[in-house]
Structures are given as C-alpha cells and as structure tokens.
C-alpha cells in the first residue's frame, strides 16, 4: 500500500484518465474504491464505466462526490464497528 496518500482528483484528472486505454482501473484506483464497502465499491465502478463511455463532466463532478461519500460513510461505519467491539471487550 503507498504511504503517501494519493493527490487530490479533480474533474479535469478524470477527464484526462478517461482517454487511457485502461481507465476504468485507473479512476478506480485513484478514486480509492478498495476503501469502500463491496457496494460501494460496485455502484462506484459502475459509475466510474459511465462516464469513462460519456466523458460528461457534470457526470464527473457528481462520481467524484459520491465516491468521497461513500468512502467517508464506509470509514466512520467501520470506526464506529470497531470501537463498539473493544467496549465490549
């Protein structure tokens, strides 16, 4: 895993990533989808696939929010799991 913590994506990153012939990996690495729950991590790739194929930006704006959500929600859930567990122990 790299210590350092990816630079921050932009509309215009995604946009420039979509053109790659790999660039569904590519989004999805950099949008950090392994951080997500299994859910999370599908729909987001699913999303990351639709705008690979449009190259809207507005799709672009609204994947780089979800994605942001969803791997902050799956991090705070995951918290809050792990501290209820050492209480209880």
Do not use: C, W, Y
């Not at 979509?18 to 590519?26: G, I, T």
């Amino acid at each position: 895993m790299n210590p350092n913590p990816s630079p921050e994506v932009t509309v215009e990153t995604l946009l420039v990533l979509r053109k790659e012939n790999d660039a569904v990996q590519l989004i999805t690495e950099r949008l950090r989808v392994k951080e997500m729950g299994p859910a999370d991590h599908i729909r987001t790739k699913h999303e990351v696939k639709a705008f690979v194929e449009s190259g809207d930006a507005n799709l672009a704006e609204s994947l780089l929010k979800s994605a942001t959500e969803r791997r902050t929600v799956d991090q705070l859930v995951a918290k809050t799991v792990s501290q209820q567990q050492s209480q209880r122990m």
